[in-house]
């Protein structure tokens, strides 16, 4: 009977194993808008970057530009090339990119938050989608590319302060 009884937990515990778990949709995987589309839904990638960042404690970068913009890939060169710089952004912010072209404008999204007097701009968000910043990368610029100083402080300024990484490096 004892050898009965082990049997049936090795055969209970291989069937509940092998059992796979559907995750309900509210737990779908967030994934992040990383090139700039004209063809995306940019007002729910929004909503969808919001909803990641209130569940990770994060706030949002909207980064507003288009595969047209010379200082936009100069944008996302900095950060390729800054690595600690862009582990600290993605440790404090959620970033999510809006098209901005030709094809699709987005006007009725971008203008919920503000004039974009060039291109990249930067929208930063809540967790709960409140807008905190609105920031004209021309401020940010040095040279053909990024100060390293401007870029830091921006990230450090308006990450969520109850997040113990909030050190920018320097």
């Known amino acids: 009977m004892r050898r009965f009884a082990v049997v049936a937990v090795i055969l209970f515990s291989i069937v509940c194993a092998a059992q796979t778990?559907?995750?309900p949709a509210s737990a779908k995987k967030f994934v992040p808008v990383t090139k700039f589309d004209p063809k995306r839904d940019a007002a729910?990638?929004?909503?969808?970057?919001v909803a990641e960042a209130n569940r990770t404690g994060k706030n949002v970068i909207i980064d507003i530009g288009g595969l047209w913009c010379v200082w936009c890939k100069y944008f996302d060169q900095f950060f390729d090339e800054n690595v600690p710089l862009r582990d600290f952004r993605d440790q404090n912010y959620v970033v999510v990119k809006v098209n901005y072209s030709e094809e699709n404008k987005?006007?009725?999204?971008?203008?919920?938050?503000?004039k974009t007097p060039g291109y990249p701009h930067i929208f930063i968000l809540d967790g709960k989608g409140k807008l905190l910043h609105s920031q004209d990368t021309s401020k940010l610029e040095q040279g053909k590319?990024?100060?390293?100083?401007?870029?830091?402080?921006m990230l450090h300024n308006?990450?969520?302060?109850?997040?113990?990484?909030?050190?920018?490096?320097?």
């Open 106 to 114: 987005n006007e009725k999204v971008i203008s919920k938050y503000g």
């Open 44 to 49: 729910k990638d929004i909503a969808d970057a």
């Open 21 to 23: 778990v559907t995750p």
């Open 145 to 153: 590319g990024y100060s390293m100083t401007a870029v830091a402080t």
């Open 158 to 170: 308006w990450a969520p302060s109850s997040n113990p990484t909030a050190d920018a490096p320097q």
